[in-house]
């Protein structure tokens, strides 16, 4: 269960250590972003919270097209790429 005080309390700051743990999503747009979507905050009665956005999904909300709550997160791949880079059999200096 989500405590959504404390989930309203993460999406009021932006907070991007919560992206990922939670969604919130919106009754009236029937939208679901991550906690730290940029987007103008709806009223708070008006916001419930899902674990994963394929809750939020088979409850009928779809993804906000701006903070893209389904894509990987840019430093996600940035890790990504950087381990693969760091793994290879010949890893690049580290100046590069």
Known sequence: ?????????AFLRRDRAFDGQFIG???TTRIY??????????LQKNVVFYRQASEAQA???RACLRCRPDDIARDEVAIK???????AENPPPLEQ
């Not at 972003?33 to 709806?42: F, G, I, T």
């Not at 790429?81 to 793994?87: G, I």
């Open 1 to 9: 269960m989500i405590d959504a005080d404390f989930a309203w309390a």
């Open 25 to 27: 999503a919106v009754k």
């Open 33 to 42: 972003c991550k906690p730290s979507c940029p987007v103008r905050h709806p």
């Open 59 to 61: 409850a009928g909300y």
């Open 81 to 87: 790429r950087a381990l693969e880079l760091l793994s």
